[in-house]
């Protein structure tokens, strides 16, 4: 009996330390583990997007420079989100056409290692002017690592810039902070 009773105790314990770690799923952490507080500003870099059937074709989306900012607005409870503040001098195209203006106002986890972010930007196209495009787009991304990638459905307008449906997919990473 009483080599049960140790396996039972045992194994209480062993689940009293696993429920921390199950509990900070989707959390954002600096290098050294410590949790990133509410307030703190986040860049994203190396954006990297696929456009397909933007302007009736695939275009591949480059970014030298396509930097954004973000502020950690929620981390606790295995739910992570981020808001927008700015955007940084942009240095972007869409097959030959400029990005003008790129943002994600919103990023959110759901459960560890996916979520939902909003995403919206502008490409100029002198034949139409100013194309727009948006969407609510999923994103994935594995633990321990600062790497995102994404893939889903945009809204363009004017018509103009895409007769078909369009969807993006892509990369981009978040410096400095890791994802738990």
């Given at each position: 009996m009483g080599k049960k009773s140790s396996l039972l105790v045992m194994t209480a314990i062993a689940l009293a330390?696993?429920?921390?770690?199950m509990a900070s799923a989707s959390e954002i952490r600096e290098k050294l583990g410590k949790a990133v507080p509410i307030g703190t500003k986040i860049k994203g870099t190396d954006v990297?997007?696929?456009?397909?059937?933007?302007?009736?074709?695939?275009?591949?989306?480059?970014?030298?420079?396509?930097?954004?900012?973000?502020?950690?607005?929620?981390?606790?409870?295995?739910?992570?989100?981020?808001?927008?503040?700015?955007?940084g001098e942009l240095s972007a195209t869409c097959g030959s056409y400029p990005i003008t203006r790129f943002s994600i106002p919103n990023m959110k986890s759901s459960v560890s290692g996916?979520?939902?972010?909003?995403?919206?930007?502008w490409v100029g196209k002198s034949a139409v002017g100013e194309c727009h495009f948006e969407g609510t787009v999923p994103f994935t991304y594995t633990p321990g690592s600062n790497e995102f990638s994404i893939s889903g459905s945009l809204t363009v307008l004017p018509k103009a810039c895409a007769a078909k449906p369009v969807t993006v997919t892509g990369s981009f990473t978040l410096s400095e902070v890791f994802m738990y």
């Open positions: 330390l696993a429920v921390p770690s990297q997007m696929t456009v397909k059937g933007a302007f009736n074709t695939d275009v591949n989306c480059t970014a030298e420079v396509l930097p954004f900012e973000e502020v950690l607005t929620r981390n606790v409870g295995g739910v992570f989100e981020l808001g927008s503040t700015s955007n996916s979520g939902t972010l909003a995403m919206v930007f």
